[in-house]
Structures are given as C-alpha cells and as structure tokens.
C-alpha cells in the first residue's frame, strides 16, 4: 500500500497567479492532512485528456479555474446541484467509479459576504456585472439566500439574456439606460475587467444607502471597481480574496470530509506570506 500523499491540483490557463496551493497547504497543516497540490497548466484542447490522465493515475482531486469551468461540466457522469443549475464546475473528484464535479464559488461568495462581512443578502437588490462564468457559477447560491431580486448586465445584451433564460426568469436583464433611477443593496462585479484594470460603465446612483460593493476579482491593491465604489460612498467594501478561500475551504471538504477555519487563512493571506 502507498503511503504517498493524496495528490490534488488546481488547473487552468493561465495557473501561474493562482494561490490555491497555498491555500490548501494551510488547510492541510491545520487539519493535519497528508496532501500534495500542485498548479497545472494546460491548454484547451487537451484539457480533457489531463483530467482523464490526473484521476486514471490517482489523483484525489482537481480544481478547475478559467476557462474550463464549462469543459469540467461536460465531463461529469455526477453533477451537485449548484454544478447543474449553473453549468459550471469547479471541483472535480472520483466517486464510485464516476467522476463528480461541484461548483463551490457561489457557497464560498455567499459564506463571505453573510458570514466574514456580516451583510444579509436576503431581501437585498442585487446587480450583477458580467454573463460569464463567474457570474453563471455563483448564481445558485445567491437564490438560495432569497435576495428581493437579482439583476444582471453584460456589455453583450444576448449572453445576459441567454443566462437569464438558464434560470427560468428568476434573474432579469437590463441595460445602462433601463439602470437610471434604479438603486441596489449588493453590487458584484463578475467581469475580469478588475485584472486589466477596467472598470465596468458603473454610475454613483445606484448605490442605495448602505449599498455593499464586491468584485470578485482579487489583487494586492484596491481593484479599480472597488476604488470607484470607495469614491462613489458605498457602505461597504470587498475583494474576492474571502471568496477564494471560502470556496477553497468547500473544496476541501467535499474531498477530506473536513471543513477547515477559513478565518486564519484569510488574515494569513490579506498580510502577506
């Protein structure tokens, strides 16, 4: 019998920014977990073949990050419902001769903004920034926590639309236009503009009084969002780093069937390692 460590590993392209590792070893130290975890990049085309290669040769788990969360879904003879409704999976592990895949960024934004920020989201106006796949995966859990309504705008109008249709009405489409004299609760920028140092077409007025602004970008420095949301008034502010942990944290659990403190890993990482 092997006494190697359970070998797990986030993949994606590009892979090189991403502090998963670190993540996951502070876990496994806290929790006393014999694990290994790696970074993987891999290109489009042969993103399926690695993940059969990675499970065939007896890896643990695999988490998945941009661009193939929608790849990963395709992939999986077992799907959690959050990976199912969204069509996105970032979390990947063998079960019963099956592969599973989990989405855990929505658990992990809602963790941080109702139980690290202490915002209530029920009963909140939420406008969402971006169609894509951030947004598409974090849509589930943000239902669950029963907000008033959820709004989405997208610079393509049809990717907002074609998501809207994906959830059965329960979220609606709006333009910049249609936006003027409304005002919401949560405001989260879904768009990878923040990377590029792009602010989406935002406007002061719609920040309601109190209003939380959440990109789910992180960086080491205030992200452009989040300075125009400071500027603006909003009542809150926050990066995704809680968010990455949060759905880290998920991770971890679905595949050690622990959940570790998230709140030391957190503090670790907003002072630097």
């Known amino acids: 019998m092997s006494n190697a460590p359970a070998r797990y590993a986030v993949v994606g392209n590009p892979i090189g920014h991403s502090k998963s590792p670190l993540i996951h070893s502070l876990f496994a130290r806290q929790t006393g977990a014999e694990i290994s975890y790696g970074k993987e990049l891999v290109s489009e085309p042969d993103f399926a073949a690695f993940v059969e290669t990675f499970f065939h040769n007896g890896g643990a788990g695999l988490n998945v990050t941009v661009p193939f969360k929608r790849h990963a879904h395709a992939l999986c003879g077992k ?97 910049l236009e249609a936006l003027r004299g409304k005002q919401f609760d949560l405001i989260i920028n879904g768009t990878s503009g923040s990377l590029q140092g792009h602010r989406p077409p935002v406007d002061a007025a719609w920040l309601a009084p ?64």
């Open 210 to 273: 109190g209003c939380c602004a959440y990109d789910m970008v992180y960086a080491d420095e205030e992200t452009v969002f989040l300075r125009w949301a400071r500027e603006a008034g909003a009542g809150l502010l926050s990066d995704g780093l809680g968010m990455l942990v949060e759905q880290a944290a998920e991770s971890f659990h679905l595949w050690r069937g622990i959940r570790p403190d998230t709140g030391p890993v957190i503090q670790r990482l907003r002072i630097g390692v």
């Open 79 to 175: 799907l959690s419902e959050n990976a199912a409704r969204s069509g996105a999976v970032n979390t990947l592990y063998p079960i019963d001769g099956s592969l599973a895949g989990a989405n855990t960024d929505g658990i992990g934004l809602v963790r941080d903004i109702r139980d690290n920020l202490a915002y209530a989201i029920s009963g909140k106006r939420i406008l969402l920034l971006g169609a894509g796949g951030a947004v598409r995966g974090v849509l589930p859990a943000l239902e669950n926590e029963s907000p008033a309504r959820m709004t989405v705008w997208n610079r393509t109008a049809e990717r907002a639309a074609e998501l809207a249709r994906a959830f059965d009405g329960s979220l609606a489409v709006t333009s």
